[in-house]
């Protein structure tokens, strides 16, 4: 292993866009905190749009260039820069390695979701996905996945040896939605609601809550649903499946939240409901836990590793299970305290400062690097 400062490059260009995604916020986090961690290596960090100054710490051990070649940026801008002056190594942890890559390469996988659930996908979604996975994986040097479902993935669809990728969570910032337990209620909001974050798709499973919300009518509280996120493939059934059931007045189709907007919506619903049939990372759990609010989670995915001891779970295709859950935490006052206080202890379990010290050290091992010392 080499003893000498080394340099590190990172494909930056996602965390520049516009109304960054989960995996794009993922990449905009990670790389703060990988800039924090004491130690000697550089870092070179490689943009196709000029960053905000204050994007990113500043720190001497960083250095950053801006590739300005807008078609095929990474097949041909990204490669071309390392293979001109190559770091010790390339870390992608939103996007793909390039065709050709001169240094080893470590790629983060968020989520094998297109081969569970084609449908949600369009045909040309589903082929790129599917080619940009199987490239990573038979190219990269090594892997990272955010969860074990998704090392599972990569190693039963794509063969992936298990020594070939390593498992890190993500972190998650709690103090802007723990801030919102005192928070006013949202105008316009219903006084009983359950609440359920993310895109409106197939794959969210949201038809089994509405039948799950019609069942739990006769209940003396009367619970209404807010489903809060963007309409996505295949959206419009959803919406027809709530008149069908006559629930039109009682289901609030809130669109797109802003960011700064939900951690009021969480702290006020009487339980946050991820009926999922796959997730790759579910964010939402750990938002709603934040918040101090009572999570019911479907068993899909990765949210039994996210959500742990601290929420109730439900088969995905068990409507009967959903409808108890739902029952259990409008009944019963204190299992919603205890469900309160399992998440805020489990929402600790996610930090990046882990995720980074980890990351690192995948990055250390994958490009034959000796740890990092503290610079003197």
């Not at 400062?5 to 986090?29: F, K």
Request: proline residues 8%; glycine residues 6%.
């Amino acid at each position: 292993m080499s003893s000498a400062p080394a340099v590190i490059g990172v494909d930056a260009s996602r965390i520049t866009v516009a109304n960054r995604t989960g995996t794009e916020n993922y990449a905009l986090q990670l790389l703060r905190h990988l800039l924090q961690l004491p130690g000697q290596h550089q870092w070179r960090l490689y943009f196709r749009d000029a960053p905000p100054p204050d994007l990113l710490p500043h720190t001497a051990r960083a250095q950053q260039r801006v590739l300005a070649l807008p078609r095929l940026w990474t097949h041909a801008a990204l490669a071309g820069a390392v293979w001109r002056d190559p770091p010790a190594g390339l870390f992608i942890p939103a996007h793909v390695r390039p065709l050709f890559c001169a240094v080893p390469a470590v790629v983060t996988v968020h989520d094998l979701g297109f081969r569970h659930f084609p449908a949600a996908h369009t045909a040309a979604q589903r082929l790129y996905l599917n080619w940009s996975t199987r490239h990573n994986a038979r190219h990269a040097t090594h892997l990272i996945a955010d969860s074990h479902a998704t090392r599972r993935d990569l190693m039963e669809h794509y063969g992936v040896s298990a020594e070939r990728v390593t498992v890190v969570y993500p972190g998650f910032d709690a103090l802007p939605f723990a801030k919102a337990q005192h928070s006013a209620r949202p105008p316009g909001l219903p006084a009983n609601y359950l609440l359920h974050v993310g895109t409106l798709q197939p794959r969210k499973n949201l038809t089994r809550l509405m039948d799950a919300l019609a069942a739990v009518q006769m209940h003396p509280s009367r619970p209404e649903l807010v489903l809060a996120g963007r309409s996505g493939w295949l959206s419009a059934p959803i919406r027809r499946h709530a008149a069908a059931l006559g629930l039109g007045a009682r289901i609030h189709f809130l669109d797109y939240v802003p960011e700064a907007d939900l951690p009021a919506l969480y702290a006020h619903a009487t339980a946050c409901v991820l009926p999922s049939l796959y997730e790759g990372f579910g964010f939402t759990v750990l938002e709603a836990m934040a918040c101090g609010t009572p999570v019911i989670c479907s068993t899909g995915g990765s949210l039994p590793e996210v959500a742990g001891e601290a929420a109730l779970q439900f088969e995905a295709t068990d409507t009967a299970a959903l409808v108890h859950a739902l029952t259990r935490v409008l009944d019963d006052a204190p299992l919603r305290t205890q469900l309160a206080a399992r998440g805020a202890d489990q929402v600790r379990r996610f930090t990046w400062e882990q995720c980074a010290a980890q990351t690192l050290a995948v990055l250390e091992r994958a490009f034959q690097l000796s740890p990092a010392a503290p610079a003197h």
